[in-house]
């Protein structure tokens, strides 16, 4: 099959099919999404080599469960052990040996196939469409918070970043309080926000602090300088930039105001799910560009390009 | 009346008597602790001048209150304006207009006399000795760690500083769970500890990891990223440490296992006047030495040294 590998560049090879484990599923791949990870893991993050991709939409067309052979699926990324300390808690996602699709020692999306466990496999409902489904991933990373964190309709949040994951969390802590603003450094992207009635500031502009929340979703070093300058005493910042270099940090002043700082990374399917399916998160404006396999090399650079948002490869 | 003030540096010098504003007791110290912000303060901490000291133990001459006079009181030292967003939302502790004995705004302890608001004091139990009173308001600071985190019988703790706030911490969270260990660098701290039952560890052996609690009361930038290695992945580190300089850190691993952070600052005086008069925190094997006021020049430079934990002054 054809797959994008990454072994010191990215290049697309022939490679063969995965083989399923037991208790998982051949998927054949139709769409999947870069991320900003997959940038991050060619410059060197997790130390990973092989397959990227971890975002995507597919069919199963082998497994063991009948009920799924067939069917169109979106997948968990996190392959636990269930055998570790952190598995018997109920941590699957906290693993000691999990695999992580595309990211830690398993062949990614960016492929013809890909094998997942059955059970990390959710049904992409049939209004939903495949440009849209390979968002799904991405969006329950931006769901976790919801899981972590208290946010009622009396919150003032503000969501640093105008990125993918900073409009898809916009997005969904908007369903959560009205009284939300998202910080971002570019005109355009602020306005994709704006039209779906979300408030945005520049970030050059003055900001009223003492927000209940602030999420870091900026991908860089400062952003979470910001987040405790806008924070309120005990209010919380949520952590969702990975930066592989050390950042300085002020950290007096949070320990005075009783800040508590809160690490975010994969969420759960179901809602992000439903969202797409409900039409309560707007994803299709992020789509920049959409390239056949064949091209994935040209997107892997074009995703490059501070210009674009979403970059799709269809298989 | 003989108070010690910081202009620079410290001078016993002869100061008016400080006149009590309506609602405020005047209040005769007893004797009063140095704290280690007290040497911060002189680092340029805060920005503070004036009459050092928030710790102390005194009796209540002048108020309106007529139940308080003549009696013996410890005090909380954050005076809120009652009027602000923040004492409107109940979080008095965070008042932005707060003036804090010896530390902001408002003269402090090493002094004959100082002023606080009524609603401040606490009765010191006849049972408590002057010299055990005084570390009602740092063993608050320790117990201040239960209302913000929820430690049980079950949680593994571990105590990163074998200082004089890490000892009152390992002693009040070792009334939750046994499971707790306190990291030092100081063989004769950690032996202060042993000899109250709780387990210690030499800051350079190895320690396992993955506990649900870690405290950072080490009083130096190190402090955290220890306790990022030792916490387990959704598990929760306090931070106690307040240093004038930024930390450079390394956040994506907390990112990526979801650990909280949380600042950690003045506690409440109800559980630390009870655990002083049960006896079941131990400070007496902390106090190292006593100074009349009139030697409180040399008291505060022998609170610089390393060998020493708590210097206590009499009035």
Same mark, same amino acid.
Request: aromatic share 4%.
């Given at each position: 099959?054809?797959?994008?590998?990454?072994?010191?560049?990215?290049?697309?090879?022939?490679?063969?099919?995965?083989?399923?484990?037991?208790?998982?599923?051949?998927?054949?791949?139709?769409?999947?999404? %870069?991320?900003?990870?997959?940038?991050?893991?060619?410059?060197?993050?997790?130390?990973?080599?092989?397959?990227?991709?971890?975002?995507?939409?597919?069919?199963?067309?082998?497994?063991?469960?009948?009920?799924?052979?067939?069917?169109?699926?979106?997948?968990?990324?996190?392959?636990?052990?269930?055998?570790?300390?952190?598995?018997?808690?109920?941590?699957?996602?906290?693993?000691?040996?999990?695999?992580?699709?595309?990211?830690?020692?398993?062949?990614?999306?960016?492929?013809?196939?890909?094998?997942?466990?059955?059970?990390?496999?959710?049904?992409?409902?049939?209004? =939903?469409?495949?440009?849209?489904?390979?968002?799904?991933?991405?969006?329950?990373?931006?769901?976790?918070?919801?899981?972590?964190?208290?946010?009622?309709?009396?919150?003032?949040?503000?969501?640093?970043?105008?990125?993918?994951?900073?409009?898809?969390?916009?997005?969904?802590?908007?369903?959560?309080?009205?009284?939300?603003?998202?910080?971002? @450094?570019?005109?355009?992207?602020?306005?994709?926000?704006?039209?779906?009635? %979300?408030?945005?500031?520049?970030?050059?502009?003055?900001?009223?602090?003492?927000?209940?929340? /602030?999420?870091?979703?900026?991908?860089?070093?400062?952003?979470?300088?910001?987040?405790?300058?806008?924070?309120?005493?005990?209010?919380?910042?949520?952590? @969702?930039?990975?930066?592989?270099?050390?950042?300085?940090?002020?950290?007096?002043?949070? =320990?005075?105001?009783?800040?508590?700082?809160?690490?975010?990374?994969?969420?759960?399917?179901?809602?992000?799910?439903?969202?797409?399916?409900?039409?309560?998160?707007? /994803?299709?404006?992020?789509?920049?560009?959409?390239?056949?396999?064949?091209?994935?090399?040209?997107?892997?650079?074009?995703?490059?390009?501070?210009?674009?948002?979403?970059?799709?490869?269809?298989?």
């Amino acid at each position: 099959m054809r797959a994008l590998v990454y072994e010191g560049e990215v290049r697309l090879k022939d490679i063969p099919v995965p083989k399923r484990a037991p208790g998982e599923a051949l998927i054949k791949v139709l769409a999947a999404g %870069i991320c900003n990870t997959d940038l991050e893991l060619r410059r060197g993050y997790m130390g990973y080599r092989g397959v990227q991709g971890h975002e995507f939409v597919g069919i199963v067309e082998e497994g063991r469960n009948s009920f799924l052979v067939g069917k169109r699926v979106v997948g968990e990324i996190n392959c636990p052990c269930h055998q570790c300390h952190y598995c018997r808690m109920e941590m699957p996602q906290h693993c000691l040996n999990r695999t992580v699709l595309g990211i830690q020692g398993r062949q990614g999306a960016f492929a013809e196939y890909l094998t997942l466990p059955e059970e990390n496999l959710h049904l992409a409902p049939a209004g =939903v469409r495949d440009d849209v489904a390979v968002f799904t991933e991405p969006l329950a990373a931006a769901f976790r918070i919801t899981e972590q964190v208290v946010i009622t309709n009396s919150d003032r949040v503000i969501v640093l970043g105008d990125g993918k994951l900073g409009q898809l969390i916009a997005q969904v802590l908007w369903l959560q309080t009205k009284n939300l603003v998202c910080v971002g @450094k570019h005109r355009w992207k602020l306005t994709m926000l704006e039209e779906l009635g %979300i408030k945005t500031v520049q970030a050059d502009q003055p900001l009223e602090r003492g927000a209940d929340v /602030v999420v870091d979703a900026t991908g860089n070093g400062q952003g979470i300088e910001r987040a405790i300058e806008l924070v309120r005493p005990e209010g919380t910042i949520v952590m @969702k930039t990975t930066v592989a270099h050390p950042t300085a940090l002020e950290l007096s002043l949070p =320990v005075v105001n009783e800040i508590t700082f809160v690490g975010s990374r994969c969420g759960p399917f179901r809602p992000a799910i439903e969202a797409l399916s409900l039409g309560n998160v707007e /994803v299709r404006p992020m789509i920049s560009e959409a390239y056949d396999l064949s091209m994935a090399e040209t997107a892997m650079r074009r995703a490059e390009d501070p210009g674009v948002m979403k970059i799709l490869l269809h298989m």
